[in-house]
């Protein structure tokens, strides 16, 4: 006798035919492989990996982060460098804007006038007149040539190089003033005393404005009055040509 498997066929009225045919097959008997034991290998992969990209990132960060210090480091020392240079241009040229300024400080007291009398004019020999005439001569200024102008700021540059083209045009409106005959003998003085004690406080301002940026002080040798002694010809100029012409 062979005993078997044998389906109740009425339990098969109004089921589907897949189950029907499916059921009673015993299952297929799954790989020896399977997702489930393949996830140890997976996680030893990625444990195996894990420090050769830590190892990559770091070395990248490495080579990042020392590109950078070099050109920190060369930042820095190029700064310093820069900064040197400024303050030793400045430390020149604010002890050439003092001199000048004193020396536009004798002009402005220069009324042209000897021990308070006029001056006698002689041609060949023979009095011609008597007038006014400098008995200080006109400032100059010149910079050295050993200094680095683009270590300083650019507006300070240009107003430093515009001091002879300010004191050219200052010479030249004088001149102007000179060869009008019919001007008083003290006109022109007082027209070079005003253009130089303006000149002067300009100067000034300048220097003042390099001492304040890097921190200079200011020499013992200095008045502290001359801006005011400056201020005070210039002040009186004004003044006095408001009186001589009407309606000002």
């Not at 996680?43 to 990209?53: F, K, L, T, V």
């Not at 300083?152 to 430093?160: A, E, G, P, R, S």
């Amino acid at each position: 006798m062979v005993v078997g498997y044998q389906r109740d066929h009425r339990h098969d009225r109004g089921r589907p035919e897949h189950h029907r045919l499916t059921e009673g097959v015993l299952p297929e008997s799954r790989p020896a492989f399977s997702s489930r034991t393949s996830r140890p290998a997976q996680h030893a992969r990625r444990d195996a990996m894990e420090p050769a990209i830590i190892s990559s990132v770091s070395g990248i960060f490495g080579v990042i982060l020392g590109a950078g210090l070099v050109l920190y480091k060369d930042f820095i020392l190029q700064k310093a460098n820069w900064d040197r240079k400024a303050r030793y241009l400045t430390v020149r040229v604010v002890c050439i804007l003092d001199q000048f300024a004193m020396d536009c400080l004798d002009v402005a007291y220069d009324d042209g006038l000897v021990d308070g009398n006029l001056v006698d004019e002689f041609v060949d020999g023979k009095l011609v007149g008597s007038r006014c005439i400098p008995q200080v001569k006109d400032p100059a200024i010149e910079y050295p040539d050993n200094v680095d102008w683009e270590s300083i700021n650019v507006n300070l540059t240009y107003k430093l190089l515009n001091i002879p083209s300010r004191l050219h045009r200052a010479n030249r409106i004088i001149s102007d003033t000179a060869e009008f005959d019919c001007c008083p003998y003290y006109e022109v003085t007082d027209e070079r005393r005003y253009q130089y004690a303006c000149l002067g406080l300009h100067v000034i301002d300048i220097a003042e404005e390099m001492r304040r940026q890097f921190k200079i002080e200011k020499g013992n040798h200095l008045d502290h009055s001359l801006a005011d002694s400056l201020d005070k010809v210039k002040q009186e100029f004004e003044k006095n040509r408001k009186d001589r012409v009407p309606g000002q």
